[in-house]
């Protein structure tokens, strides 16, 4: 079933045309890398900032980097969806590629946490600058789950 | 050409090519000091050409270290990643563009770096991005992300 459905994404329109043109993939890969720079780039820098590294720069503009992070995510929604068709069987039997997944939901609901505690502490610490205990272990756990993502990505090549 | 062939053949390159672990961890390092970096010099550069104006550009030099520490994490991976195929990388052109770009957003860097992180900018006056520090800014953008495009060609071009 499974396979079944691989085997046909492999074989859709879009895979082909991926095939067919020779400088696809090469482009989808470095869209991918541009995207993952914005994507981690910015995550970095807010969770050390959280952590507090660089205590100068207002945490408020630092978390209004997050436009930049979604920009960097939909990059890299778009070529990695793309780039999973090309290749669907040799991804989808891949053990990185779903440990890349798995690590990449995870740090979804752990952003997800991040900012609701933004939007529902009943203190505002960004604003005071300070923030609570919690907050810092969604920033830690974020900064290790992109760490994972980003190892997971790159190892696909060789497992 | 003797040079690259030894350098391939020293104890750190063949490790790099042949373990099984070599290659991928110095690649992950290199992905992860690239995010470190191009994201720390990427807000700089935006903020002197005018986001994010709530933060003050004269404390975003808080960022540097962080620069530094991805660049280093890249210097010693693409280090370790060029010895190991030293002799394919040094005849690749979209390799030695990738150099060639490193080096004119390095120079970018300090150029920007001496202009508004300079200590007259500190405490009173704001700094105000002029002209001239745009296009720095600007100019470094297209530098770094040209780099991480050449970096990704450099397995499907001559």
């Not at chain 1, 994507?39 to 930049?68: E, N, T, Y």
Request: hydrophobic letters at 55%; charged letters at 10%.
């Amino acid at each position: 079933m499974m396979m079944e459905l691989l085997q046909w994404l492999e074989h859709t329109p879009i895979a082909h045309a991926i095939r067919d043109w020779r400088w696809a993939y090469p482009a989808l890969e470095t869209g991918h890398y541009i995207g993952l720079s914005l994507l981690v780039g910015g995550i970095m820098l807010i969770d050390l900032r959280v952590l507090g590294f660089a205590p100068k720069l207002q945490l408020k503009s630092m978390i209004g980097l997050l436009p930049f992070v979604w920009v960097g995510f939909l990059i890299n929604v778009t070529t990695g969806s793309l780039l999973f068709i090309y290749g669907a069987v040799n991804f989808g039997t891949n053990h990185a590629f779903w440990v890349k997944m798995i690590c990449l939901v995870i740090a979804g609901l752990n952003a997800l946490a991040f900012d609701l505690s933004i939007k529902r502490y009943s203190y505002d610490w960004v604003a005071a600058e300070r923030p609570p205990p919690l907050v810092k272990t969604f920033a830690t756990l974020s900064f290790a789950l992109w760490l994972c993502v980003v190892t997971a990505g790159r190892w696909m090549a060789y497992i | 050409m003797g040079f690259l062939e030894w350098l391939q053949g020293t104890w750190v390159a063949t490790t790099v090519a042949e373990s099984l672990w070599g290659y991928p961890t110095f690649e992950t390092m290199h992905t992860m000091g690239m995010a470190l970096l191009i994201g720390s010099l990427g807000l700089i550069n935006l903020r002197v050409l005018g986001f994010k104006p709530g933060l003050k550009i004269f404390d975003t030099r808080a960022l540097l270290p962080l620069a530094w520490i991805g660049f280093t994490l890249n210097a010693i991976s693409g280090s370790a990643l060029f010895v190991s195929d030293a002799v394919m990388f040094f005849n690749s052109y979209t390799f030695r563009l990738k150099i060639v770009l490193i080096i004119l957003g390095g120079i970018n860097a300090a150029l920007l770096s001496r202009k508004i992180f300079s200590e007259p900018a500190q405490g009173g006056a704001a700094v105000v991005p002029t002209t001239g520090m745009k296009w720095i800014a600007g100019t470094s953008l297209v530098f770094w992300f040209g780099a991480i495009i050449c970096g990704r060609l450099i397995a499907y071009t001559p």
